[in-house]
């Protein structure tokens, strides 16, 4: 068969993109930055995934080792593209190890970066110890340390889980819905409550964008079976009394301002675009959207495809995206790869 | 400062200083009208239990906000102030001390139902009115309303007879609501009765109501009905924190 596919990024879109080239007989070389595959929900250390309530390390744990142990796949990590030359079904990449990689062709899942809450400073973020992000949460459940204020170490009684952190808001230039908070936003409120039945979650939200077929299992259940409290408000700011958070808003259904107490306040924090991506894109000449997400064409006739031929895209690369639709997209790239290698050894044949 | 639109302000926020001097600066009188902030201090957590615990209230937390139960009211045509979709809203984030402002009002619900076929989520918003109803009077922010003591005279009247007699039921009811016996309709009534009825059927009601006729072998169904009604009562009294006579 023909040279191996580059594919860049070991998250969830990566790796679905890697097994399913691997497992069609073609090579793949795979690299990650970081010094072990997973991406996002390995690397940040989520706990149950949304929609399997499965945990993250055997979830995506399993795809790892799939990938690993597979004869057809070179795993490289701590490793980046530093250079990426040539055509479809000859291109050569330079890695930082200083070796050399002849791909037919690559697929870029290189993924997202959370939103640092730090760039919203009215919500106290990175003031008060007990004001933490939902990626803070996941690691308190995934550990098994158990969801407790940061500042004493005590059980909160009261939590308050502010949605669209980094989303949706022009002021910070982040004008997109990450998609996936809401629904991840439900399910660590039932995890919380479920943990400490004593806890009262209230979840302040503009809009409840659970997307897919969420809404039954997330949004519905999560009010109906586990008493989680829906307010619409966008919070104004987060102070502290000395004690407990104080939070200040306008609860826009009883046109009332409120400001309430709370030993603990999460952001549901968006998904930026990834921060190398302006070096990706230029490593790699591809475009990127107005957002700074990879940019890609129309999916009816140009699915996975970037503005250089040759180049594939999956996952949240693109922009902010489920784990269950990035592994769709990982192998949605593969197929887009193998077509795109077979048809250059095609024309070299004729 | 005037304030132009002075009704749209709870009087009780709207505050004038005769004599007041912030900062070097005059600010007596009506040219200095200050309007008091409304701001929701706190939740009330058990709320929504208390209400839940009642019965009708079952389903509170299940409403989304989506307004049916108001738009399908029957009293909300008439008083835009009766607002059910608003009240299960404070009820459900514990918004109390709003809520009892509406406690001249909430009562007034009259059980249609249109807003329980309405409802997409089956919350049963006229079983939560009747709820927070009964739990405006056990909290004692409203007094015991004449359709309730009515319910009650009735209710007991069953539970201990297996049957009900109209006659006692009103006679009760008129004496523990503080009205006469003696209501023109009801006059009117009897008498028309008297002249109208045939002998043998005014004689056996007249026998009924000396010699009250009895269900035969009521007493285990009445020992049955009153244990579970004490046990329910008991349970609302814990989940509403009152003892066993209620705030009164």
């Known amino acids: 068969m023909s040279k191996p596919v580059l594919v860049v990024g070991g998250g969830p879109a990566g790796l679905s993109a890697a097994r399913a080239l691997a497992d069609a007989g073609q090579a793949v070389v795979l690299v990650d930055k970081e010094d072990r595959l997973g991406g996002a929900p390995i690397l940040s250390g989520y706990a149950k995934l949304v929609p399997s309530h499965e945990w993250a390390k055997d979830a995506i744990g399993g795809m ?33 190890d200083g070796s050399k990689v002849e791909a037919s062709a690559t697929i870029l899942a290189t993924g997202f970066t959370h939103f640092d809450s730090v760039n919203k400073p009215e919500w106290g973020f990175g003031t008060y110890p007990d004001v933490v992000t939902t990626t803070q949460v996941e690691q308190m459940l995934s550990t098994g340390a158990g969801v407790k ?49 004593n806890c009262n979650v209230y979840i302040y939200y503009m809009d409840i964008r659970t ?72 490593i790699f000449n591809v475009d990127l959207n107005k957002y700074g997400y990879i940019g890609k064409p129309s999916t009816y006739a140009h699915m996975s495809e970037t503005s250089r031929p040759g180049v594939f895209v999956a996952g949240a690369a693109t922009g902010p995206e489920t784990i269950d639709d990035s592994i769709a997209q ?12 077979s048809s250059t050894v095609r024309e070299a044949a004729e | 400062m005037p304030i132009h639109e002075k009704s749209l302000i709870r009087p009780e926020n709207l505050v004038e200083h005769e004599e007041l001097v912030i900062d070097g600066v005059d600010v007596s009188g009506h040219w200095s009208t200050f309007i008091e902030g409304r701001s929701v201090p706190d939740y009330n957590e058990q709320l929504q239990e208390e209400i839940a615990a009642i019965g009708g209230g079952e389903n509170i937390h299940r409403c989304w906000q989506c307004g049916s139960c108001t738009n399908a009211c029957t009293v909300n045509a008439i008083n835009p ?46 079983g939560v009115m009747k709820a927070t109803a009964h739990w405006l009077e056990l909290k004692g922010y409203t007094e015991m309303k004449p359709s309730m003591v009515f319910d009650e005279e009735f209710s007991l009247q069953v539970f201990n007879t297996g049957k009900i007699e109209e006659g006692k039921v009103l006679q009760k009811f008129f004496k523990r609501t503080n009205q006469p016996l003696t209501q023109p309709w009801l006059v009117h009534l009897i008498t028309g009765l008297v002249k109208r009825f045939p002998v043998f059927y005014l004689m056996k009601l007249g026998w009924g109501a000396v010699f009250h006729p009895r269900t035969r072998d009521w007493g285990r169904a009445r020992d049955a009905i009153n244990e579970y009604v004490e046990e329910r009562n008991a349970e609302i009294h814990k989940a509403l924190n009152l003892d066993a006579k209620g705030a009164d």
């Open chain 1, 211 to 282: 997307f897919g077929l969420y809404e039954g299992e997330y949004y519905w259940a999560s009010q109906e079976e586990h008493k989680v409290k829906y307010i619409k408000a966008r919070i104004a700011e987060v102070t502290s009394d000395g004690k407990r958070l104080l939070v200040k808003g306008e609860d826009t259904l009883v046109k009332r301002p409120i400001s309430i107490p709370f030993d603990m306040v999460v952001h549901a924090v968006g998904m930026d675009p990834n921060v190398d991506n302006m070096t990706l894109s230029a």
């Open chain 1, 149 to 197: 204020c940061p500042s004493d170490g005590r059980e909160p009684e009261r939590v308050a889980i502010l949605l669209c952190v980094g989303s949706r808001d022009r002021q910070i230039g982040r004008e997109w819905c990450s998609k996936i908070c809401c629904t991840v936003s439900a399910n660590l409120a039932m995890e919380i409550r479920e943990q400490l039945p």
């Open chain 1, 330 to 341: 990982g192998k949605a790239a593969a197929i887009a790869a193998l077509i795109s290698a």
């Open chain 2, 81 to 126: 102030d009766f607002n059910p979709r608003f009240w299960i809203y404070l009820i459900r984030m514990g918004l109390e001390e709003e809520l009892v402002r509406d406690r001249d009002i909430i009562w007034q619900c009259v059980s249609c139902n249109k807003c329980t076929y309405a409802c997409p989520r089956d919350v049963n918003p006229e």
């Open chain 1, 64 to 96: 790892v080792s799939g990938v690993e142990g597979h004869k057809m796949v070179t795993v490289k990590t701590g490793t980046k593209v530093d250079k990426f030359d040539g055509d479809p079904g000859n291109f050569v990449a330079t890695l930082s």
